[in-house]
Every structure is written in structure tokens, then in C-alpha cells.
């Protein structure tokens, strides 16, 4: 069980999710299972960037429009 979540998707690439950055724990991470692909100023953002396909992970970065919503409201609520 993943504690540290903040908001989850599951994707065709795995789940993509937030939670507080580990050593800035004013700013939001956003992770693919176990890969870091960003640091962001809200949650808002971070889930933005995800689905625009402005991270730094080719995987998320290419799949289809729509795959992840760009409203934070529409992703699930963490803990896990």
C-alpha cells in the first residue's frame, strides 16, 4: 500500500500518480510507478503535464489525448 499517494490514474503504462516531493515538500511529484518525471507547483499542474504529454517519460508523453485526464477532479484520491 503506497501511503504517500496524493491522487492516482491507472494507464495503459502503468499507474501515474502524485504525492508530496520528497525533498521539497512544498512542490507535488509526479511519478509513474517508480519513476519520477517531474516536480510541480500544484497538483493541478502536475496532472496537466501528464496529460498534455509534457513529462519526462516518453511513455506518458505519447499516449493518446484523453488517456489522462488534465482535471485533477477526475483522477482518484490516494492512499492506495
Same mark, same amino acid.
Given at each position: 500500500?503506497?501511503? !504517500?499517494?496524493?491522487?492516482?490514474? !491507472? +494507464?495503459?503504462?502503468?499507474?501515474? #500518480? ?9 512542490? *507535488?511529484?509526479?511519478?509513474? !510507478?517508480?519513476?519520477?518525471?517531474? +516536480?510541480?507547483?500544484?497538483?493541478? %499542474?502536475? %496532472? @496537466? %503535464?501528464?496529460?498534455?504529454? %509534457?513529462?519526462?517519460? !516518453?511513455?506518458? @508523453? ?5 488517456? *489522462?485526464?488534465?482535471? *485533477?477532479?477526475? #483522477? ?5
Amino acid at each position: 500500500m503506497k501511503r !504517500d499517494v496524493l491522487f492516482f490514474v !491507472d +494507464s495503459p503504462v502503468g499507474m501515474v #500518480w502524485l504525492r508530496y516531493h520528497t525533498e521539497q515538500s512544498s512542490r *507535488i511529484q509526479l511519478m509513474r !510507478d517508480e519513476e519520477g518525471l517531474g +516536480s510541480y507547483h500544484s497538483a493541478s %499542474a502536475a %496532472a @496537466n %503535464a501528464a496529460a498534455t504529454g %509534457a513529462t519526462s517519460s !516518453d511513455a506518458v @508523453n505519447t499516449l493518446p489525448p484523453g488517456t *489522462i485526464p488534465a482535471a *485533477i477532479e477526475r #483522477w482518484q484520491r490516494g492512499p492506495l
